[in-house]
């Protein structure tokens, strides 16, 4: 799938603004950024609008990337592939924690994660 970039991707941001409610999810996730190599890591948690993995490659904020991971619905692995920015990035004891935000994505895609989210 190639990544159309319709949107404007969102700015980085340098404190925590998280005001939706996030849920808790531990599932690899790969990340494909538009100019490197593919990354893998796992999730920490999920919402509506983003998630924050780790990984142990550090991403800069404002890098736009393709992410691909699996939500548990309906008893169901459901793959997922969404385009996102990095928003935040931080060094952990492990590697580092990023905060991506995704964008451009279909209303279905939006109404599953909430469902995910809310369950």
Do not use: Y
């Amino acid at each position: 799938m190639s990544i159309v970039h319709a949107e404007r991707a969102p700015k980085p941001i340098t404190q925590d603004l998280r005001s939706e409610p996030r849920r808790a999810l531990t599932v690899a996730v790969v990340v494909a950024p538009v100019s490197a190599p593919a990354i893998q890591g796992t999730t920490g948690n999920v919402s509506a609008h983003g998630m924050d993995l780790a990984c142990d490659t550090d991403l800069r904020p404002a890098t736009r990337c393709e992410v691909t991971f699996s939500l548990p619905i309906g008893g169901q692995l459901r793959a997922l592939r969404l385009q996102a920015c990095v928003v935040r990035s931080a060094p952990t004891p492990d590697g580092f924690s990023l905060g991506l935000v995704f964008f451009g994505m279909p209303q279905r895609t939006q109404e599953l994660l909430e469902s995910f989210v809310w369950s």
